[in-house]
């Protein structure tokens, strides 16, 4: 209990020195828009991101249990991947004159990416599906 | 548990409405375990995250204070790729955390919508600290992946705002884990002795984590190369690529953007606290010893790389104009403003036989963008602090 009660000091502390830091250079930070993306971008993600997958969930789980798992890891790895590439993909960034900034095709770059993921993806069904025949001729009948 | 009585019928009405019964279907559909082996789940992914959230908040420090020294810390000169290292490590680690994250918070997902809301004043305030944990965390990686990918939407300065947003998710994090440390130490009992007969690990939830921890992998992967030069072939989504620029160095701001023209009569000034002031020409420096470095430059943003650069080592120009032992260097650009259009050296750095004032980039004058006439390059130092373009050497006491 005492080791708890040291670390809800000392993390009551942090969030003290970070708010205060916040408020004190409010001329940098604009705690207005900072709250709004702080809390946006919770919002986002519970609102919007989390139901999104939910549906991908769901429509994943209506696919047989050999070929469901593939597939759900497939699309959580492409998942991820996009979402870090996205904001190169499209090109939000500022190059300001400077070619050595986001000097990649990164649509292409991604595509790629994703393309090696579907074939992995594709190959684990494939496989799964020989297992399940071969699985079904075994069986004596 | 305590029931509630539920006059009204309400509370029944609640439990079978569409966001509860769609919480349901998720539960069954990804977990298609008992909740006892989704907290343990969740526990592992918070296992991993909070320790990729210490490293983070710690290299993040470091990268702060080297960039504003408190007075009562000097930063070594070596190893000379230290700071290449912290700063490697707190921007590809923190992406690599965006897949952990989003797992953890999946796993938790359907606690954002238990019934009742609140049980007591305890459980309120747990929750109530739940927003500043997820919504900083999401803060912290969004932000930081616009900033390395050069989009700012946000009206505030990135740095300013990740740098205390750190302290509030970073604390947050200390009571979350206080709170939930019988979980963790749950973990190890059941992960070491005998554990894996007491409570075996679900092939599903293996399966997930495994998922994860590629997700994670695949994005370092396709990132680390932009920092971790014999990886450069496969950083197909960094930002920025070593060799890539001119020179075959990136470039972070360009003589355009930075207002810069060359000047035939340029010339570098030496003042401030010195025996006698310098005024040298470009043929005066290339007239003094000239040494060769391998030297990288270190981004803030995490990229970086290695280049050979030639030229005057700081400490022969600051011996001529005569100076103690123990003075800091103010350098100035051409700069005509900017944040960063002057650094401090301290004297580790200004004594180290590898700080040079560099007129030289891989066999070649500086181009313009890379700083020319004279550059400041100096070891385990953030790039925003290897002053381009210098005008003038200021020497002052601490």
């Avoid at chain 1, 549906?55 to 593939?70: D, I």
């Avoid at chain 1, 090696?116 to 009948?141: D, Y």
């Avoid at chain 2, 206080?178 to 894996?196: D, F, M, P, Q």
């Avoid at chain 2, 900017?338 to 980039?361: C, F, K, Q």
């Amino acid at each position: 209990m005492r080791g708890r009660l040291i670390a809800y000091g000392f993390g009551a502390t942090l969030i003290g020195v970070g708010g205060i830091g916040l408020l004190r250079d409010a001329a940098e930070t604009r705690p207005a828009g900072w709250l709004v993306w702080f809390a946006g971008a919770a919002l986002t993600h519970d609102l919007l991101l989390a139901p999104l997958v939910l549906g991908a969930a769901l429509l994943t789980g209506r696919l047989p249990e050999p070929y469901r798992r593939p597939v759900r890891v497939s699309l959580v790895l492409a998942a991820c991947v996009s979402a870090v590439a996205l904001p190169m993909v499209l090109g939000l960034g500022n190059r300001a004159g400077d070619p050595s900034r986001l000097p990649r095709a990164y649509g292409a770059d991604l595509a790629i990416i994703l393309a090696l993921i579907g074939l992995a993806g594709a190959l684990a069904v494939a496989v799964s599906a020989v297992r399940v025949r071969r699985g079904r001729s075994r069986r004596p009948r | 548990m305590v029931r509630r009585p539920d006059p009204t019928g309400l509370i029944a009405a609640l439990r079978e409405s569409i966001p509860a019964r769609l919480i349901a279907a998720l539960g069954r559909s990804i977990h298609r375990e008992r909740d006892e082996r989704a907290e343990r789940t969740a526990a592992w992914l918070g296992v991993w995250l909070g320790i990729s959230f210490t490293v983070a908040f710690v290299t993040g420090l470091i990268s702060h204070f080297m960039q504003h020294p408190p007075g009562w810390a000097v930063w070594p000169s070596r190893p000379v790729g230290l700071y290449r290292l912290t700063q490697g490590v707190h921007v590809i680690g923190g992406l690599a955390t965006i897949p952990l994250l989003l797992a953890k918070l999946w796993t938790v997902y359907p606690k954002l919508w238990q019934w009742p809301p609140v049980r007591s004043a305890g459980h309120a305030l747990e929750r109530a600290l739940v927003l500043p944990l997820v919504g900083g965390a999401l803060f912290q990686l969004v932000t930081g992946l616009f900033n390395i990918a050069y989009f700012y939407p946000f009206p505030f300065f990135f740095p300013a705002a990740h740098y205390w947003t750190a302290y509030i998710v970073y604390g947050a994090l200390v009571i979350h884990v206080a709170n939930e440390w019988a979980k963790v130490r749950g973990l190890r009992r059941s992960g070491s002795a005998g554990g894996a007969a007491a409570r075996p690990m679900g092939p599903s939830r293996r399966g997930f984590l495994a998922t994860v921890a590629g997700a994670c992998g695949l994005v370092g992967l396709t990132t680390v190369g932009e920092t971790f030069t014999p990886l450069g072939g496969l950083a197909l989504l960094a930002p920025r690529r070593p060799g890539v620029g001119p020179q075959r160095l990136p470039v972070n701001k360009t003589a355009a953007a930075a207002g810069i023209t060359p000047d035939p009569d340029w010339r570098l000034a030496v003042t401030g606290d010195v025996a006698r002031e310098l005024s040298l020409s470009l043929a005066d420096l290339r007239a003094m010893p000239r040494h060769v470095v391998r030297l990288p430059i270190a981004c803030v943003e995490g990229w970086s790389a290695e280049a050979t650069w030639a030229g005057v080592r700081l400490r022969d120009v600051l011996h001529a104009a005569g100076v103690d032992a123990g003075v800091r260097v103010r350098v100035e650009s051409l700069e005509a403003g900017g944040r960063y259009r002057t650094s401090e050296v301290d004297p580790p750095h200004w004594h180290d036989e590898l700080t040079l004032l560099a007129l030289d980039l891989n066999g070649e004058p500086l181009s313009l963008d890379h700083g020319y006439p004279c550059r400041l390059i100096a070891p385990d130092r953030p790039g925003v602090l290897q002053t381009k373009w210098i005008a003038r050497l200021v020497v002052h006491r601490p």
